[in-house]
């Protein structure tokens, strides 16, 4: 089983910055092929925010395009979000998503989605 925990929410204010981690740990990590960041606001869908492949390819929503960085470490298995100039409607529980292949070595292995548990982003205007 993996578990992926998160760390870095909190409350800022308007044009503030926060960073997000989301680190990736269990028995028989063979690989993270898939990084992501998704939030959800209260009441509505989740939504992706930024993904990472293991070949260092990107992608961001729109609305955070420029203002918002995915990276990583996968020496520590673990994704990060810088997130600057944030606004009010950035305000939802941010997700990490990271698809792992698990197992002692092939052919013995298995691919899924983990989610970590949430951490809140709160922006005050």
């Known amino acids: 089983q993996v578990q992926l925990v998160e760390s870095g929410g909190g409350l800022v204010q308007s044009g503030g910055s926060l960073r997000l981690s989301c680190e990736a740990s269990g028995r028989n990590i063979y690989k993270i092929f898939s990084m992501g960041w998704y939030r959800q606001p209260p009441g509505e869908q989740r939504e992706l925010v930024a993904s990472?492949?293991?070949?260092?390819?990107?992608q961001y929503a729109e609305s955070v395009q420029g203002r918002f960085t995915i990276d990583r470490d996968a020496a520590k298995n673990s994704v990060y979000l810088d997130m600057n100039d944030l606004k009010p409607e950035d305000t939802a529980t941010y997700f990490c998503k990271m698809g792992v292949t698990t197992g002692p070595s092939l052919p013995y292995l298995s691919t899924n989605d983990y989610w970590g548990q949430g951490t809140q982003v709160t922006v005050s205007s």
């Open positions: 990472i492949h293991t070949s260092g390819r990107t």
